[in-house]
């Protein structure tokens, strides 16, 4: 496990990063993944969690870009940079089955898209005037609360979805790691 310092710099590192995305022009959003109750062991439970998140990505790449293998398309793909994270207690909000299921363990991740496509444009001529565009018409929350269904499953419960509006939410994404609780291994990045 690295020290508290050597944390704080990777957590700094990735918050950069996030900022230069958002510069970029990415809409940032902070996503919470909640999960059903994992009957296993707390390793294999974390690469449950990874692979549900990595799924969620996949899907959301069909949702956003026209071609998401294709290199082409590529910079129109979601960002995905998450952390396995335990709650916090506070105080109204928290409900103990949080707590209860699966040891309080969840996945915290930013998401990082390009703006949702115009409606009151043809595509067409939207991709002649500005380039490819992301499929998406709406924003990542509403599209993941209308879509809900493509997203959940046995495994994942849901996912709390909210726009972020000031700075990157990087060092409340990474909590779990920066006080040491979880190691590197447990930040993952989608592309």
Not at 27 to 42: A, K, V, Y
Not at 110 to 119: N, Y
């Amino acid at each position: 496990m690295k020290n508290r310092q050597a944390r704080q710099q990777i957590v700094a590192g990735y918050d950069e990063m996030i900022e230069e995305y958002i510069i970029g022009g990415y809409q940032p959003f902070f996503l919470n993944f909640m999960f059903n109750q994992i009957p296993t062991s707390n390793g294999q439970r974390l690469d449950i969690m990874v692979s549900e998140v990595t799924r969620v990505h996949e899907i959301l790449c069909r949702h956003s870009v026209r071609k998401p293998k294709s290199e082409e398309w590529r910079f129109l793909r979601p960002i995905f940079i998450g952390c396995h994270d335990l709650p916090v207690w506070k105080r109204d909000k928290t409900e103990i089955m949080d707590f209860l299921i699966n040891g309080g363990l969840h996945f915290n991740a930013i998401a990082l898209v390009r703006p949702p496509a115009r409606t009151d444009m043809h595509k067409k001529v939207q991709e002649l005037l500005m380039g490819k565009q992301s499929r998406l018409t709406v924003p990542l929350d509403e599209h993941f609360r209308t879509k809900a269904k493509f997203y959940h499953n046995a495994v994942l419960a849901r996912i709390h979805t909210t726009p972020i509006t000031y700075g990157t939410m990087s060092d409340y994404m990474l909590k779990t790691f920066k006080h040491g609780r979880v190691g590197p291994d447990s930040i993952q990045v989608w592309k």
